[in-house]
C-alpha cells in the first residue's frame, strides 16, 4: 500500500536551516510529482513547493520561494524539502504529498518543525 | 485567491444530510477540490476537480460547482465523518479556504 513517512523535523532557532525527507513506497515513485504541504497549529493548511516526477520542474509558494528547495532523488524514493533562514512563521506540521490527476491525493502523518529561540 | 468556508461548524445527527459551501473570490473553474481532516490525522483528498470523487472514497460524498461557487454534500452522515473539511483550489497557484467543522451529535 501507498507509504509517505516524513523525517527530519526538530526544534530549530531562527535563520537556521533544517532537511526535511520524506520516504516513498507501495507505489513507482519515480512516475509522481510530489508535493509539501505545511499546517501551522489550528490553522487551515498552505501549501509549499511542487516537484516533477523527474524533478526537473520546481514551483513554490512566495512565502518560501528563495528560502527552502524542493528535490527528490528516484533512486532513492525519497523526497526532500531543504529549508534555510527560517523564521518564526514557519513552524508547522509538514507534509509531504503524492499528486494524482494534479492534486495532492496521499499524505504522509507529517514531521513538526518549531522555529524558536 | 481566497476561499471562503461556510458554516465554520455544522453540528448534525447521523443520518442527517450535510451541506458544506466554499466561496471563491475570483473564478477558479473546476479547478477545486475537498479533504476531510480528522484530529491528529493529516488531510485526506475527497473531491478534485469539483465533483470527481477520489479513489475509495464513499458515494455518500459528492462535490458540485463551478467557477466561484462550490458545495459539498455528504448524504448521510456517519460518526467517522466527525472531521474538518477543507476545500482547495489550483487555478492560481493553491490556497485553501478556513475550513467546516463537522460535529456529530
Known amino acids: 500500500q501507498v507509504q509517505l513517512v516524513e523525517s527530519g523535523g526538530g526544534v530549530v532557532q531562527p535563520g537556521r536551516s533544517l532537511r526535511l525527507s520524506c520516504a516513498a513506497s507501495?507505489?513507482?515513485?519515480?512516475?509522481?510529482?510530489m508535493h509539501w504541504v505545511r499546517q501551522a497549529p489550528g490553522k487551515r493548511p498552505e501549501w509549499v513547493a511542487v516537484?516533477?516526477?523527474?524533478?526537473?520542474?520546481?514551483y513554490y509558494a512566495d512565502s518560501v520561494r528563495g528560502r527552502f528547495t524542493i528535490s527528490k532523488d528516484n533512486s532513492k524514493n525519497t523526497l526532500y524539502l531543504q529549508m534555510n533562514s527560517l523564521r518564526r512563521e514557519d513552524t508547522a506540521i509538514y507534509y509531504c504529498?503524492?499528486?494524482?490527476?494534479?492534486?495532492?491525493?496521499?499524505w504522509g502523518q507529517g514531521t513538526l518543525v518549531s522555529v524558536s529561540s | 485567491i481566497v476561499l471562503t468556508q461556510s458554516p465554520a461548524t455544522l453540528s448534525l445527527s447521523p443520518g442527517d444530510r450535510a451541506t458544506l459551501s466554499c466561496r471563491a473570490s475570483?473564478?477558479?473553474?473546476?479547478?477545486l477540490a475537498w479533504y476531510q481532516q480528522r484530529p491528529g490525522q493529516a488531510p485526506r483528498l475527497l473531491v478534485y476537480?469539483?465533483?470527481n470523487r477520489a479513489t475509495g472514497i464513499p458515494a455518500r460524498f459528492s462535490g458540485s460547482g463551478s467557477g466561484t461557487d462550490f458545495t459539498l454534500s455528504i448524504s448521510s452522515l456517519e460518526p467517522e465523518d466527525s472531521a474538518v473539511y477543507y476545500c482547495?483550489?489550483?487555478?492560481?497557484?493553491?490556497?485553501f479556504g478556513g475550513g467546516t467543522k463537522v460535529e456529530i451529535k
Open positions: 504529498a503524492r499528486e494524482v490527476s494534479s492534486w495532492p491525493d496521499y
Open positions: 507501495g507505489f513507482t515513485f519515480s512516475s509522481y510529482a
Open positions: 516537484i516533477s516526477y523527474d524533478g526537473n520542474n520546481e
Open positions: 475570483d473564478s477558479v473553474g473546476s479547478y
Open positions: 476537480d469539483a465533483s
Open positions: 482547495q483550489q489550483r487555478r492560481n497557484w493553491n490556497t
